[in-house]
């Protein structure tokens, strides 16, 4: 992801946290400075997500479609609500002991001076500490879940791309075949595992060897306008209600394209939304792909 869309992806928080930070910093209540911090950050995506679209209606709706690209979805505002309290926790805390430390510093480590800023603000200090844990938990959580990102996919498509062009030649030969995955091969509707089915199992196992090599999880090949082979990286869910990222070589180029998958998902993760693809190009024939918030 460019720098320039992880700052705009942390701009509303960002912003939000100035204010608390100095208050906290300045050895305002640390409490009052946790719920101005909470409620600044809901405010400020609201103002990033509804006012800045609404602000460029005014101006054309090609400057409209630009702007919904780089800020929040309006779901992120619910989001805020509920789970704000992770960066305030952390923006408060982080103006405590920076004060702490300069309060430290400056009367020296061995007079008891900072005993008293402990006193009145250790309470609040390790209350914060606690949040900040288990919001940095849930973080991380949510990252294990997420999908991978621009970078690692484009990485792996790199190390991997004569693999990748390997499935994608046999599976033009492989006649009669759709999908092949781990549980076998599907020729229309009906799945097997070979050597029922079209393929020998030797030729199976050549399959299962290259999805090993590049993290694929299925192989389906597309035979509608924009023909083409579609690699499937990470996929959450089950059935009719699940999500994937992809690889895709096309022969000709798709309609839905958007420049990063992070910003998209970003964006558009919550919204429940799933009808279509988007897909970013690397060079060539080849493509990312996502259903994850598509509309």
Not at 88 to 111: E, H, K, N, P, Y
Not at 129 to 141: D, K, P, Q, T
Not at 279 to 284: A, N, Q, T, V
Request: aromatic share 14%.
């Amino acid at each position: 992801m460019s720098i320039a869309e992880n700052v705009a992806m942390f701009a509303p928080v960002g912003v939000a946290c100035v204010y608390p930070f100095i208050r906290a910093l300045r050895g305002a209540g640390a409490l009052n400075s946790f719920f101005i911090c909470w409620g600044l950050v809901v405010f400020s995506t609201l103002v990033f997500a509804v006012g800045f679209p609404l602000g460029a209606s005014l101006i054309s709706m090609e400057v409209v479609n630009e702007v919904f690209y780089w800020v929040p979805e309006p779901l992120g505002i619910l989001r805020m609500f509920f789970f704000g309290w992770f960066y305030a926790a952390v923006t408060v805390l982080a103006g405590l002991v920076i004060r702490w430390m300069m309060q430290r510093s400056r009367r020296g480590a061995d007079q008891p001076a900072g005993a008293g800023f402990l006193k009145n603000q250790g309470a609040a200090m390790i209350v914060l500490s606690l949040v900040a844990v288990v919001g940095f938990l849930f973080e991380w959580m949510h990252h294990a879940l997420s999908p991978p990102g621009d970078d690692e996919l484009l990485w792996t498509f790199t190390a991997h791309r004569a693999s990748f062009e390997r499935l994608r030649d046999m599976l033009k030969v492989d006649e009669g075949l759709h999908r092949v995955g781990v549980w076998g091969v599907d020729t229309g509707g009906v799945s097997a595992m070979p050597p029922l089915g079209k393929i020998t199992s030797q030729r199976f196992n050549e399959y299962m060897a290259l999805f090993k090599d590049t993290g694929t999880k299925q192989v389906r090949l597309q035979p509608d306008v924009a023909y083409g082979s579609e690699f499937v990286l990470w996929h959450e869910g089950f059935a009719g209600d699940s999500t994937i990222v992809e690889l895709c070589w096309k022969e000709s180029a798709p309609a839905r394209l958007v420049p990063s998958l992070d910003r998209y998902y970003w964006n558009h993760h919550s919204s429940g939304v799933r009808t279509g693809l988007v897909y970013r190009h690397i060079e060539g024939n080849w493509y990312l792909a996502t259903d994850i918030g598509s509309e």
